[in-house]
């Protein structure tokens, strides 16, 4: 097996943890990517050093989870978390030990991590401890638990999720003694709180590998995640798949597909459960108000679409409906674009006038200049060669003096 070529930054950790009679090493998905030739995201170091020690060696840290042994080192204004081996407890809430006891031996850290492909250390002196074969697993292409998969799922419901999560990510196949274990445990789930479902959810979702998809409903995971889900997916599971293997992988479109056959009326209540920002709840909310309207690409179609939903919401429904097999959709994005390029009023503060000119000619402000400017508005979306002020004020004075 080929060394880990180390960031300066993570060796320079590992280097100063050696000199102070220690070891460290690098730990989990930054091993596994690297053995798959993945440049990793970031950098775990596990160390025989305990937390207090760590923060007499490196001069800025910061405590980040210094009950679980881990400490952040700033090293170039970069973060690392450096954390002590360590043995779990009992596990009393299917996710965190009761207690952690601090061990000086990197196989009894190793002991209590989730996947063989994720049990695996490595620094530039000692090279790969890996004790379960998992560096033999990534090359088979297998998600396998460690040790007794049947424990592993009971200490940490969430990594049920997370293999399946993988799995797509990865396009490795699940070992037939840890799926098991996992279809076993699959009500431990509702253990979980829904930011950390929803966190994995998305993660899945956005893979690359949507064959793996179907593992969510097959396993009996999804139903006690959401029975509301589950029973508005069935029989519809292949429409699923494919528009979510169509899609542009963008989170509220996503999660639009896939809560799509839910009744409007207990949309909101699902997607609640996920706790996702204001902003991209309102925006699944949206697109799932509009998923069963047609995309429409003549010009004033798309303004109207624009106007009503803002100019971000427009664009990911046509993402949407691109991921649905629209045929119209990309022709009304490209007008979109082309919209918004040539700068066309769609909405009220892109008027020639404001409502400082209606004053001017003898509107009051009111209920009744909303409705005029409104008025106007629709007007110039049919038409945006008529948003001048000139043509404005002329339509007002015509239109609108009289009747106020």
Same mark, same amino acid.
């Given at each position: 097996m080929d060394k880990i070529i180390l960031p300066a930054d993570a060796a320079f950790i590992i280097d100063e943890l050696r000199k102070n009679g220690f070891e460290g090493h690098i730990v989990g998905g930054c091993v596994r990517d690297s053995i798959m030739g993945i440049k990793p995201h970031d950098y775990d170091i596990t160390t025989s050093a305990k937390p207090e020690e760590v923060k007499n060696i490196f001069p800025h840290t910061f405590d980040t989870g210094i009950q679980h042994?881990?400490?952040?080192?700033?090293?170039? #204004?970069?973060n690392y978390e450096v954390t002590t081996f360590r043995i779990d407890g009992e596990y009393e809430d299917c996710r965190h030990p009761k207690e952690v006891n601090f061990t000086r031996?990197?196989?009894?850290?190793?002991?209590r991590r989730d996947f063989t492909m994720n049990a695996i250390a490595y620094n530039p002196y000692d090279g790969y401890t890996d004790i379960f074969g998992g560096i033999e697993d990534i090359g088979r292409k297998i998600i396998r638990g460690v040790g007794d998969p049947d424990e592993r799922f009971k200490e940490d419901a969430l990594r049920i999720l997370r293999a399946f999560r993988f799995s797509a990510q990865l396009g490795f196949e699940i070992?037939?003694?840890?799926? #098991?274990?996992?279809?076993?445990?699959v009500g431990l789930i509702k253990n979980i709180s829904s930011e950390r479902i929803?966190? *994995?959810?998305?993660?899945l979702l956005i893979s690359k590998h949507t064959e793996k998809l179907p593992l969510l409903w097959q396993t009996g995971l999804l139903e006690n995640i959401s029975?509301?889900?589950?029973?508005?997916?069935?029989g519809r599971e292949d429409i699923i798949q494919k528009e979510i293997a169509q899609s542009e992988k963008t989170v509220p479109v996503l999660f639009a597909i896939l809560t799509q056959f839910i009744k409007p009326d207990e949309i909101k209540k699902e997607l609640s459960f996920y706790k996702f920002d204001n902003k991209t709840l309102n925006q699944i909310i949206c697109l799932n108000s509009l998923v069963n309207q047609k995309a429409q690409s003549d010009e004033i179609s798309v303004r109207r679409l624009a106007n009503k939903t803002g100019i971000e919401n427009a664009f990911l429904f046509y993402s949407l409906k691109k991921a649905q097999g629209d045929n *119209?959709?990309?022709?009304?994005?490209?007008v979109l674009n082309m919209v918004i390029k040539r700068g066309d009023c769609l909405f009220v503060k892109d008027l020639a006038l404001?409502?400082?000119?209606?004053?001017?000619?003898?509107?009051?402000?009111? #209920?009744?200049?909303?409705?005029?400017?409104?008025?106007?508005?629709?007007?110039v979306i049919n038409d945006p060669k008529l948003n001048t002020r000139e043509i404005l004020i002329k339509t007002v004075k015509e239109n609108f003096i009289d009747n106020i």
């Open positions: 042994g881990t400490v952040t080192v700033v090293i170039n #204004k970069e031996d990197i196989h009894e850290d190793l002991l070992e037939p003694e840890t799926k #098991k274990a996992m279809e076993n445990n929803r966190e *994995e959810l998305t993660k029975q509301r889900l589950a029973d508005s997916i069935s *119209e959709a990309e022709s009304a994005e490209n404001s409502g400082k000119d209606l004053i001017c000619i003898g509107l009051k402000p009111g #209920k009744e200049m909303g409705l005029v400017l409104n008025s106007l508005l629709d007007m």
